[in-house]
């Protein structure tokens, strides 16, 4: 019973990190725009003091700045989620080379996810973005990875040697 319940809990949790990537992906131009826009300007107050101060040239620029790096950051952490994720409902499924599975089936759903920005209104598919999208992918299934290693191992210590 308890190997179902990981299963079903593993599947819960990659369905639900691909659904709100979904949902993200689904927002326009507009809505994803504003979405960042708080995180930015907050950044930009928070390293930039003077921020206010600035002409509005100036402000633009760093603003630009500031909104790329929020987006791909978000691009990225999502998809570490994701990869997360998937690194877990390997583990549950037994497969063979989980962490090829984890990033092969994370970098196929980036792939789908930016042809899917495509029909969106103001939003763009780019390949830099699945790049970025699957090495989140890899860097969360390789946290997971570390996570699994590690408390087998240390499960492994707490187990006395029959000799």
Do not use: N
């Not at 826009?37 to 002409?55: A, E, M």
């Not at 409902?89 to 759903?109: C, K, N």
């Amino acid at each position: 019973m308890k190997k179902r319940t990981e299963l079903v809990l593993s599947w819960a949790l990659v369905l639900a990190v691909a659904a709100a990537i979904f949902f993200f992906s689904s927002q326009d131009g507009a809505a994803s725009t504003r979405a960042s826009d708080g995180i930015v300007y907050s950044i930009l107050r928070l390293f930039h003091p003077d921020y206010d101060g600035l002409s509005s040239a100036d402000k633009q620029a760093l603003y630009d700045s500031f909104q790329l790096i929020v987006r791909k950051a978000a691009h990225f952490t999502e998809f570490a989620a994701l990869g997360f994720s998937l690194r877990q409902l390997m583990r549950a499924l037994e497969r063979r080379f989980p962490l090829f599975w984890s990033w092969s089936i994370g970098t196929l759903y980036a792939v789908t996810d930016e042809l899917h920005q495509r029909l969106i209104s103001a939003r763009t598919a780019r390949w830099q973005d699945v790049c970025i999208d699957s090495a989140g992918v890899l860097f969360g299934a390789l946290m997971m990875a570390l996570i699994l290693f590690l408390r087998k191992r240390r499960k492994e210590k707490k187990t006395p040697d029959p000799a």
